[in-house]
Nanobody
Framework: QVQLVESGGGLVQAGGSLRLSCAASGRTFSMNAMGWFRQAPGKEREFVATINWNGVTTYYADSVKGRFTISRDNAKNTVDLQMNSLKPEDTAVYYC?????????????????WGQGTQVTVSS
């Protein structure tokens, strides 16, 4: 089993920045793709960013491309999401996810492990 714990959420003004971090523990050697998803009130959970096992390949949702950067440190078992130029529409609970089978994927169903989520609120 793998446990994922997110941190770094909070309240920020529009145009500001936040850095989310996800710490993995347990059978972390089995982890392949890592991803970030988000869910706003009344909306479905949506893909934000993903990174493959060695950090070479990344994909982003169009809505965050150029503003968010995903990175991972396998030695520390962490994956981060640097969020710049935040907008009120970025307000959501952000979830870290891990996949044991896929190298990098946007599909929610292809992730085996999920964190509890961290709230990000962007005020206008």
């Amino acid at each position: 089993q793998v446990q994922l714990v997110e941190s770094g959420g909070g309240l920020v003004q529009a145009g500001g920045s936040l850095r989310l971090s996800c710490a993995a523990s347990g059978r972390t050697f089995s982890m392949n793709a890592m991803g970030w998803f988000r869910q706003a009130p009344g909306k479905e959970r949506e893909f934000v960013a993903t990174i493959n096992w060695n950090g070479v390949t990344t994909y982003y949702a169009d809505s965050v491309k150029g503003r968010f950067t995903i990175s991972r440190d396998n030695a520390k078992n962490t994956v981060d999401l640097q969020m710049n130029s935040l907008k009120p529409e970025d307000t959501a609970v952000y979830y870290c996810a891990g996949s044991s089978q896929y190298t990098s994927t946007r599909s929610i169903g292809q992730y085996d492990y999920w964190g509890q989520g961290t709230q990000v609120t962007v005020s206008s």
